[in-house]
């Protein structure tokens, strides 16, 4: 069985502050997917980022970065310089490749980012 | 900018009564996920389609719920009779896969259900 845990329910923090998002997930198979999706108060869930497994480079886009790392089963979110249209809820997923398409998420962290 | 659109956005409905929640995948996508969200529960999988065929409804209450995708363009979920306890978010989404796998799944807005 796969499982996603986002052990951060709740995090604040100040504008400008940098923030990291803690995704660790399991599963036994070799091949998988990671995604990241973010929730704003309006409530659609906005695709972020899809990783594959056998792709352990980091990526950055603006003022976000992902950090994949296979041996601690994690898959890390940091957004730079926080603002506040940052605040939402941000989902880690994991979608394994016994399993056909179905994503198992995580039960997401909520990000406040206050002035 | 290729959008998956729902309707309704927001439904109220009295106990017993049907709903019918409407999807618009993104074109060229060949699959369809339904998805309902509770605070309780969280993201759950209700049921998906690969080039309309249903795949997996394993997520969904049989007795009440239904989906099907009379089309490309359109993907359905019903409810009935509802239920107070399916208040909840529901959500479609949409995505491409060739492998049967991996594919990102793009969400739409959502309908907001309450049912009295």
């Known amino acids: 069985a796969q499982k996603v845990t986002q052990a951060q329910t709740e995090i604040s923090v100040v504008e400008k502050e940098d923030v990291t998002l803690d995704c660790v997930y399991e599963?036994?198979?070799?091949?998988?997917?990671l995604f990241w999706y973010k929730q704003p108060p309006s409530g659609e869930l906005v695709f972020l980022i899809r990783r594959n497994s056998f792709d352990e480079q980091n990526e950055i886009s603006g003022r976000y970065s992902w950090n994949f790392q296979k041996s601690t089963s994690s898959f890390n979110f940091t957004i730079t310089a926080s603002q506040v249209v940052d605040s939402a809820v941000y989902f880690c997923?994991?979608?394994?490749?016994?399993?056909?398409?179905?994503?198992?998420f995580g039960t997401g962290t909520r990000l406040q980012v206050t002035l | 900018d290729a959008r998956v659109t729902q309707t309704p956005r927001h439904k109220v409905t009295e106990m017993g009564q049907e709903v019918t929640m409407r999807c618009q995948p993104i074109l060229g996508h060949n699959t369809v996920f339904w998805y309902r969200q509770t605070m309780m529960q969280g993201l759950e999988l209700l049921a998906y389609?690969?080039?309309?065929?249903?795949?997996?409804d394993s997520g969904m209450p049989k007795d009440r719920f239904s989906a099907e995708m009379p089309d490309a363009t359109l993907a359905t979920l019903k409810i009935q009779p509802s239920e107070p306890r399916d208040s909840a978010v529901y959500f479609c989404a949409s995505g491409f896969s060739a492998s049967g796998v991996g594919e990102t799944q793009y969400f739409g807005p959502g309908t907001r259900l309450l049912v009295l």
């Open positions: 599963t036994r198979d070799t091949t998988y997917y």
């Open positions: 389609f690969r080039n309309r065929a249903p795949l997996d």
């Open positions: 997923a994991l979608n394994v490749y016994g399993t056909a398409s179905k994503l198992t």
